[in-house]
């Protein structure tokens, strides 16, 4: 359970956090050196969690690598 406490991605389907943690993203500043579209590749990740990581990023400054300049 220490994992779950360590993560800060937002509240997404557990399909899509499954996937998420399975290929080693916990962080959501993670998200900012993979494109959406490799993200969509995953099994359990679908347009909606897309949306939902985007707005996350956002919140924070950040994107997705092929969204936008993560060079704060």
Known sequence: MAHEAES??????????RALTAAGYT???QLTEVRSDDL???HG?????IRILREA??????SFADEGDNTA
Do not use: F, T
Request: aromatic share 0%.
């Open 8 to 17: 800060n991605l937002p509240e997404i389907g557990a399909p899509a956090q």
């Open 27 to 29: 962080r959501l500043e």
């Open 40 to 42: 969509l590749q995953l």
């Open 45 to 49: 990740v679908g347009p909606k969690a």
């Open 57 to 62: 990023l956002s919140e924070k400054g950040l």
